[in-house]
């Protein structure tokens, strides 16, 4: 399966620890964003990159967030200090550069819950 | 401030009929459509697009209508399938920058035997 792959799939943590989930693209995507989706809402941007440049962070991306991608393959995203109010279905996608075609593939996503 | 709007939570249709599934947007910036299918446990899944030179795309049971003037796309499905029956969110981007999609807030469609 070449699909985009997430790890882990859920995560339980408490309030106050720190969790990092994985994201592996597509492999010739040069494209990878991070949403996030909670409960009767669509996903919403977070972050994208482009190779291993981060292009863009959405208001949403407090400074307990933070994002990589190490030479432009695979991502990590941390959260720090998690609150209950991060408790949300994290979606990764990519998407290959293309002038005429902005489809993104996402992932199944990571469910984290904080309790 | 919700810039892709979709207004109806849930539609129920007869298998066989056709499905419509609306969605409206407020961001003239926006030039670029999709609409994505999500089933319970899964990421979402690209289904269909059309940028804003077009006003229709056409894709086997699946065709997107967009009007312009009014901000305002469809999706048609034809003839409907109990497969079909899934979360159906629509998505938009500006081609400029392409690097984000602003999504609705979904309609579940339920097929019915």
């Known amino acids: 399966d070449t699909g985009v792959s997430q790890n882990p799939r859920h995560k339980i943590t408490k309030r106050g620890q720190n969790v990092t989930f994985r994201c592996d693209p597509i492999s010739e995507h040069n494209r990878l964003y991070w949403y996030r989706q909670t409960l009767g809402q669509g996903p919403e941007f977070l972050t994208y990159f482009q190779n291993e440049a981060q292009l863009e962070k959405s208001r949403l991306l407090s400074d307990r967030f933070s994002a990589e991608r190490p030479k432009g393959s695979f991502s990590t995203l941390e959260i720090q200090r998690t609150e209950q109010g991060d408790s949300a279905m994290y979606l990764c996608a990519s998407s290959l550069a293309l002038d005429y075609s902005y489809e993104q593939y996402f992932g199944p996503g990571t469910r984290l819950t904080v309790t | ?113």
Not at chain 2, 17 to 27: A, F
Not at chain 2, 95 to 105: D, E, I, P, Q, V
Request: neutral net charge.
């Open chain 2, 1 to 113: 401030d919700q810039q892709v709007k979709q207004n109806s939570p849930s539609l129920s249709v007869q298998e066989g009929r056709i499905s419509i599934l609306n969605c409206d947007y407020t961001n003239s910036m926006f030039d670029y459509f999709l609409w994505y299918k999500k089933y319970p446990a899964e990421g979402p899944t690209f289904l269909i697009s059309i940028s804003s030179i077009k006003d229709k795309n056409e894709d086997g049971r699946f065709t997107v209508f967009l009007n312009k003037s009014a901000k305002h796309l469809s999706l048609h499905i034809v003839p409907s399938q109990p497969g079909d029956s899934a979360v159906y969110f629509c998505a938009a981007s500006e081609t400029g920058t392409a690097s984000k999609l602003t999504f609705g807030t979904g309609t579940r469609l339920q097929v019915t035997l």
